[in-house]
């Protein structure tokens, strides 16, 4: 059984910053690609950014030269550095890991962390 468990989120300040965990646990030999993804109110869920095996990221254009995603291979986790935020990053972040198995490939879901932009 695999588990995704996210941090980080919470209320901040528009141009504040806050940094996002995700860890994952359970019958894992490794993690493909790491991702995180949002999903505002009333809004699809949209990729934010993703990082390879091989740490090569992508980014979508809403947040280019302000967020980061990082991952820790030894502890199974990724992040997400989120900085100079806007009150239209508020949504629910939601991290995803592709993990291969002796079943298959499957994606894997955290439970989602709150982050809210507003002064």
């Known amino acids: 059984q695999v588990q995704l468990v996210e941090s980080g989120g919470g209320l901040v300040q528009p141009g504040g910053s806050l940094r996002l965990s995700c860890a994952a646990s359970?019958?894992?030999?490794?993690?493909?690609?790491m991702g995180w993804y949002r999903q505002a109110p009333g809004k699809e869920r949209e990729s934010v950014a993703a990082?390879?095996?091989?740490?090569?990221?992508n980014y979508a254009d809403s947040v280019k030269g302000r967020f980061t995603i990082s991952r820790n291979n030894a502890k199974s986790t990724v992040y997400l550095q989120m900085n100079s935020l806007k009150p239209e990053d508020t949504a629910v972040y939601y991290c995803?890991?592709?993990?291969?198995?002796?079943?298959?490939?499957?994606?894997?879901w955290g439970q989602g962390t709150q982050v809210t932009v507003s002064s």
């Open positions: 990082i390879t095996s091989g740490e090569s990221t």
């Open positions: 995803n890991a592709r993990i291969p198995t002796n079943r298959g490939t499957y994606d894997y």
């Open positions: 359970g019958s894992i030999s490794s993690i493909n690609a």
